[in-house]
C-alpha cells in the first residue's frame, strides 16, 4: 500500500523555506567539519564567512617546493586523448589542427654560405580523425625545439615533421615558417647600400605520404599603368600639356613547389627570379638621381596586372627546381578607390576554386 504525504508534494513557502536555511545554519555551526561532511560538504558555505569557500578548506599558497613524480603526473587527467565519447559536435575528420604564431629564433642559410637568426614565426597542424578527441599542442612546439637548433634547411622541418606526426598519431601534416629576409641592395644610381627586406614563408607539407616544400614570396615593386603613360605623353605633345602617368606599389605573393632533386632554390634566387621579371621594386636608399632613374625605370617597363602575373610566370617557368606555382598580384591603384589584381597558377598544388575572402587585403606592404 502506498501512502502519499501531501505536505511533501507541497511547494515550500518562502517563510518555510527561511526557517529552514535558520535550523540548518544553527546545526551547521554546532557540528564538528567531520559530522558536516558526512551530511554534504557544501553545507559549510552556510556558515558565516564562508560563503564563496569550498570545504575541505584550499591551500591558497604556491607550492615552491611542490615536485610532479612520474606516479602524479600519470595520475593528471587528460581531456584531449580522452575517449571518442567526449567528442563535441559532429564526429568528423579535421584536416588541420594545431597552433599558429609560436615563435622563436631561427638560423638560416644564405647563397653565399653565411648564416642568419632571424625571428620564425611556425605554423604546425596535423589531421585528426574522427574518432579522437585532440591533440596535444605543446607536443608540436616540443617537437619543433627538439630540431631548431640545427641550421635550418628542409632536412631540418621534415626531422621535426616526422617527429610530431609521430608523437600526435597522424597521418598528414603541415609546417609553415615565415620570416622577413633581409637583403643588401645597391641604389639605382648613387652607389648607397640599403636593406630589402622580404616577407618569405617555408611550408612543408604531408599528404598521403607524399610531401611537398613550398615556398612564398611578397615582392614589393611599383607599377606605372601603360594607358596611363600613354595618355600623359599625348597630353604633352598634342596639347602642350604637363602630366603624370599613376603608379603605386604593388605586391605579387609567388607560391613555388620545389621540384625534388633539382638542386636548392634559395631565396636570393626567387627573388632574383621576381626582380629579373619585375624590375621595378621598391628601393630603399634613394638620393636625386636615384629617384630620376626610378622614374625612367618605370617608364620604361610600364605594367598592367595582367602583364605582372604573366612576366613572372615566364620567369618561374623557365627555372628546373620550380614545379607547380602560384602568382598573385595586386596593383594598390593611385587612380581608383579600388585594387587590381590577377591571379595564375601552374599544376594542382594551388588549383581552386574558392579564394579566400581576405586573400587580396593582406597583400599589402606596410612599409
Known sequence: ????????????????????????????????????????????????????????????????????????????????????????????????????????????????????????????????????????????????????????????????????????????????????????MRALRSGLDGFQYYDFALELVEQAGVAKKIMHLDYVYSSTCPCSLELSEHARQVRGQLATPHSQRSVARISVVQEPGAGCLWFEDLIDICRAAVPTETQVMVKREDEQAFAELNAANPIFVEDAARLFSEGLQRDPRIGDYRVIASHQESLHSHDAVSVLTEGETFAADSLDPKLFSTLVHPG
Open 1 to 184: 500500500m502506498n501512502i502519499h504525504n501531501r505536505d511533501i508534494e507541497r511547494q515550500p513557502t518562502r517563510e518555510e523555506a527561511e526557517r529552514a536555511l535558520s535550523l540548518l545554519r544553527n546545526w551547521a555551526g554546532s557540528v564538528t567539519p567531520a559530522e558536516l561532511a558526512t551530511l554534504d560538504p557544501a553545507v559549510a558555505r552556510l556558515l558565516p564567512g564562508q560563503e564563496v569557500s569550498n570545504y575541505p578548506a584550499l591551500s591558497r599558497t604556491y607550492p615552491h617546493d611542490f615536485e610532479a613524480d612520474a606516479a602524479y603526473k600519470a595520475s593528471m587527467p587528460d581531456l584531449q586523448n580522452g575517449p571518442a565519447s567526449l567528442i563535441r559536435g559532429a564526429r568528423r575528420a579535421i584536416q588541420h589542427v594545431g597552433i599558429s604564431n609560436f615563435r622563436l629564433p631561427i638560423r638560416f642559410h644564405t647563397r653565399d654560405n653565411g648564416d642568419l637568426t632571424l625571428e620564425t614565426s611556425v605554423t604546425g597542424t596535423v589531421s585528426l580523425e574522427a574518432e579522437k578527441k585532440g591533440i596535444n599542442m605543446s607536443r608540436i612546439m616540443r617537437s619543433f625545439y627538439a630540431h631548431a637548433e640545427r641550421t635550418f634547411s628542409f632536412e631540418v622541418v621534415e626531422a621535426a615533421l616526422e617527429s610530431y606526426k609521430s608523437d600526435l598519431e597522424s597521418f598528414d601534416a603541415r609546417i609553415m615558417m615565415r620570416f622577413s629576409f633581409p637583403m643588401k
